[in-house]
């Protein structure tokens, strides 16, 4: 690196996207603070409580991994923007080996077995996963076209997204292996074939049929869709017929498929998410509890919220998981209507910020892994939001720069500030 380079490449990093990170994580912190605030806490506990003491605390760990994350992203500015390219495969098998060592010696915590401990701390290899599945999956892109419609091209980035989903459910950690979905929003970018998209899509419909619709009645509605088809197109039945069978056997087949599945594949846990979102007054003091009170302290903010410290679902811990998975709550109930749609609006905001540095990308690599990022971060947004309104199950996904843990925090921060770091060089990449 010529000493030259560092400043220039400080003057070249996008600013507001900055911003808008430090805002967020400072708003998050705000939260969780808020979460895990108890009245009989020491008014000002950092001058009253040993260092050992104040490790009690969420919101005093929270606020040292927000000192760690500014160490981090120093790094990861300072490095020279090529590794990332160079090295993305030799990351992604690292962290393939490090998922796999993590299923069988990482010790089981809500069920999952998903973190390594390091002394008194504990890192989940899923969330920095994600970061490595992103470079891999750039780095194969670039080197291909997927609007020629090369299936062996497409069998291989297939694998490269589902290895670590595989491994992830492995250890139980259903949640994140969910996330990997967002990836094709980014393929699609890149020239995926949009069937693949709506049939990705028609098949959750049909599973959500399925579970909601008696199976005679979407047996008689498939079949009766087919009949039409046949008659208002002569083609489908003339040079078509077998293939249009076989979607309509392969319909019937997910229709009926969908209990075993439900019954046999899915935990007793996951099942209980499902019949929640589906009837949410079903058991409203025992499986359906963490929606129900979520939804309550949501609207028990009313338009202006009832003040920093002072809501009462979070004090009295009537929330699961409220530092975590459902920190949104805290926002609702002590920020208000108001509050919602500021942290709503910054999150759209550093999304499309995020939309636009990918596009000025002069490497297929820095604008694949653009889209990576920002369709990862949209889904842990959306679904997490979804989950606190009782719009989606409850997944264990946290909110991006806003739930406690270091895990999440770090994951994240690298997965931006690595785009920012490439777009800091974009201009060098026409050089090489």
Same mark, same amino acid.
């Given at each position: 690196m010529s000493p030259?380079?560092?400043p220039r490449s400080s003057r070249s990093i996008d600013w507001p996207t900055v911003l808008l990170y430090l805002v967020l994580v400072g708003l998050g912190w705000v939260a969780v603070y808020a979460a895990s605030y108890s009245p009989e806490a020491p008014a000002h506990p950092l001058s009253v409580l040993s260092f050992s003491e104040l490790m009690a605390f969420n919101w005093f760990k929270q606020?040292?991994?927000?000192?760690?994350?500014?160490?981090?992203i120093g790094v990861l500015l300072v490095v020279d923007y090529k590794a990332y390219d160079t090295l993305a495969y030799a990351l992604y098998g690292g962290m393939i080996l490090l998922l796999i060592v993590t299923i069988f010696v990482a010790r089981p915590i809500a069920g999952s077995r998903s973190w390594l401990e390091l002394g008194p701390v504990r890192l989940?290899?899923?969330?920095?996963?994600?970061?490595?599945?992103?470079?891999?999956?750039?780095?194969?892109?670039?080197? /291909?076209?997927?609007?020629?419609?090369?299936?062996?091209?497409?069998?291989?980035?297939?694998?490269?997204?589902?290895? *670590?989903v595989v491994l992830i459910l492995a250890s139980n950690?259903?949640?994140?292996?969910?996330? #990997?979905?967002?990836?094709?929003?980014?393929?699609?970018?890149?020239?995926?074939? *949009?069937? /693949?998209?709506?049939? /990705?899509?028609?098949?959750?419909? /049909?599973?959500?049929?399925?579970l909601l619709v008696p199976k005679l009645w979407l047996v008689i509605g498939f079949t009766v869709l087919l009949l039409a088809a046949l008659g208002l197109n002569s083609r489908l039945w003339r040079h078509h017929l077998p293939l249009t069978l076989s979607v309509w056997a392969a319909t019937l087949g997910m229709v009926f498929g969908v209990d075993y599945f439900f019954n046999h594949i899915l935990q007793p846990h996951q099942r209980q998410r499902i019949e929640m979102l589906i009837d *949410?007054?079903?058991?409203?003091?025992?499986?359906?509890?963490?929606?129900?009170?979520?939804?309550?302290?949501?609207?028990?903010g009313g338009w202006l919220g009832k003040g920093f410290l002072m809501g009462t679902q979070t004090k009295f811990d009537f929330v699961p998981e409220q530092s975590t998975d459902f920190i949104f709550c805290t926002v609702g109930e002590e920020w208000g209507w108001a509050g919602c749609l500021v942290v709503?609006?910054? #999150?759209?905001t550093l999304l499309w910020r995020i939309l636009l540095v990918a596009e000025r990308q002069k490497s297929v690599f820095g604008r694949t892994y653009g889209y990576c990022v920002a369709s990862i971060l949209f889904v842990h947004?959306?679904?997490?939001?979804?989950?606190?309104?009782?719009?989606?199950p409850v997944v264990g996904i946290p909110l991006p720069f806003f739930s406690y843990g270091g895990s999440s925090l770090w994951s994240f921060t690298i997965l931006l500030f690595t785009l920012l770091a490439l777009d800091a060089h974009r201009k060098q990449d026409l050089l090489r």
């Open positions: 030259t380079t560092a606020l040292l991994w927000m000192g760690t994350s500014v160490v981090l989940q290899p899923a969330e920095f996963a994600k970061f490595t599945t992103a470079l891999a999956a750039s780095r194969f892109m670039a080197g /291909i076209n997927l609007r020629h419609q090369n299936w062996r091209d497409q069998a291989v980035l297939a694998g490269l997204t589902l290895l *670590p950690e259903t949640g994140q292996a969910l996330v #990997y979905g967002a990836l094709l929003l980014a393929f699609f970018r890149e020239g995926m074939s *949009p069937l /693949i998209l709506l049939l /990705i899509a028609a098949g959750g419909v /049909i599973l959500l049929l399925a *949410p007054g079903k058991d409203p003091l025992g499986k359906g509890w963490n929606v129900t009170q979520s939804k309550i302290a949501l609207g028990s709503i609006v910054l #999150y759209l947004f959306a679904v997490n939001l979804g989950m606190t309104m009782g719009l989606a």
